[in-house]
């Protein structure tokens, strides 16, 4: 049986940051940086570079200004799209709003082939 690391597709970088006001990493892993790209949209820049731009990125979101927000959803988006192999896309809406909104606690992880 085979190891399982970040060399064998394990999880190669992930953050937890706040994502309303001025954002601010509260906990990372080879996370080097966060941009604000507006309301619910951020870019995660990772600290390793991926074999490929084929990465799974996966989020999860808690808490806004509304607890009528409950109902949430985090995309991330892999590299593919730009050939990037160390920046996702992230976009966190609330289905009860219909909208992206700006999230307290935004969780995303990375797997990928390094």
Same mark, same amino acid.
């Given at each position: 049986m085979s190891s399982f690391g970040?060399?064998?597709e394990g999880c190669t970088c992930? *953050?937890?940051f706040n994502g309303t006001g001025s954002i601010? +990493? &509260?906990? &990372?892993f080879n996370a080097s940086s966060i941009t604000d790209d507006g309301t619910g949209n951020y870019r995660v820049t990772t600290a390793v570079t991926h074999a490929n731009?084929?990465?799974c990125v996966v989020g !999860? +979101? *808690?808490?806004d200004s509304s607890t009528a927000n409950r109902g949430t959803a985090c995309m991330g988006s892999s590299g593919a799209a730009s050939g !990037? $192999? $160390?920046?996702a /896309? *992230? !976009?966190c809406s609330a289905w009860s /709003?219909? /909208?992206n909104l700006d999230f307290t606690d935004v969780c995303v992880a990375f797997f990928g082939d390094l």
């Open positions: 970040p060399e064998n992930r *953050i937890n601010s +990493i &509260s906990d &990372s731009a084929h990465m !999860s +979101i *808690i808490g !990037s $192999t $160390t920046v /896309a *992230i !976009s /709003a219909g /909208a």
